[in-house]
Each structure stands twice: as structure tokens, then as C-alpha cells.
């Protein structure tokens, strides 16, 4: 059986390509679902994409993924930036974990410069648009290769 990918999205980003489309781009979740399952093809892998504006729940999601998952893409949202409760999480996680943000949060607001995930991710993608989501997955294709 092929090995599952989850991605796992935070607070607001159901309303990706619905809103504020000046900074989040046009793309909606579903295209980004449809985006990264095709790479994941390509690597024999495939994806899952999640979304919840509720902490505990993308807590629950992550001990999920211990059982389910051989890696973890993630965009934590405002969480990124205040959540020890994921960062705890993902340290129970032991596969890859990529960590993306759609925009550029280093060009943004000071509080958006710190990122708890940042300390257990791999790797991480930043300000690429959705983009960012597919080239994840393409980096999680090699290191599972490996
Ligand atoms: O750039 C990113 O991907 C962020 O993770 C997005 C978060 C923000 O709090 C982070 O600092 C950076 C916000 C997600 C809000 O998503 C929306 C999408 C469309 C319309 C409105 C909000």
C-alpha cells in the first residue's frame, strides 16, 4: 500500500482563495489538494488535506498521523506563531515534517517572524503562494525515497 501524506492547514484557511486574494493568492484548498495529490502520484505516494480553526483539533489530527501518516505537510496559520500545544504534537510525530506559509511572514508583521513549528519541521517553504504546498510535497517524494 502507498504511503499517505497528510496535509494539515490552521485557522482561516478555508477561506483561501475566497478572501484577501492581494495576499493569499486565488487558489482554494481544493486546488491545492489537487495540486499536491498529483505530485504525490508521481512519487507513488498520496494526500490528504485537513483543515480546522480549532487548536485541539489539529492537535488530534497530528497523533492521527502518528498511526496513518509516513509525513506530515503543515500550515499552522496564526498558530504557527503561538502554539506550543502543535509544536508538542509534531515532537510525538516521527516522520518528515515541512512546514509551509503561503506568504512571505519575514516581509510581514514582527509577530509573524517566530514560528514554534519551525523548531521540530525539517525543512520549510515560505512566501512561494500555494505553490509552496505542491514543491513540498516534491521534497517529501525525496525524502522518503531515500
Ligand atoms: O502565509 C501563511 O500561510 C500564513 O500561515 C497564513 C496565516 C497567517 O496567520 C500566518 O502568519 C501566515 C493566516 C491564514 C489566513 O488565511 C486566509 C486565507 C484567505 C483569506 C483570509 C485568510
Known amino acids: ?5 497528510t496535509i494539515l ?3 482561516n484557511l478555508n477561506l483561501l482563495g475566497k478572501r484577501e486574494p492581494e495576499i493569499y493568492g486565488h487558489a482554494t484548498l481544493a486546488d491545492v489538494q489537487a495540486d499536491c495529490s498529483a505530485v504525490a ?14 487548536e485541539g483539533e489539529l492537535v488530534d489530527m497530528i497523533h492521527t498521523c ?5 509525513g ?4 499552522p496559520a496564526a498558530y504557527t ?3 506550543v500545544a502543535i509544536l508538542d504534537a509534531l515532537n510525538t510525530f516521527d516522520g518528515p515534517v515541512l512546514e509551509i ?3 512571505n511572514v519575514h516581509k510581514r508583521e514582527e509577530f509573524r ?13 515560505v512566501g512561494m503562494g500555494v505553490e509552496g504546498y505542491a514543491l513540498c510535497m516534491r521534497h517529501m517524494g525525496s525524502l522518503l525515497a531515500k
Open 41 to 54: 502520484q508521481e512519487f507513488g505516494l498520496t494526500c490528504e488535506l485537513k483543515q480546522s480553526n480549532i
Open 1 to 5: 500500500m502507498s504511503q499517505l501524506i
Open 101 to 103: 506559509h503561503i506568504s
Open 113 to 125: 517572524h517566530h514560528s514554534y513549528v519551525s523548531k521540530r519541521a525539517d525543512a520549510s517553504i
Open 81 to 83: 506563531h503561538t502554539s
Open 66 to 70: 502518528r498511526e496513518t501518516s509516513a
Open 72 to 75: 506530515i505537510i503543515i500550515n
Open 9 to 11: 492547514n490552521g485557522p
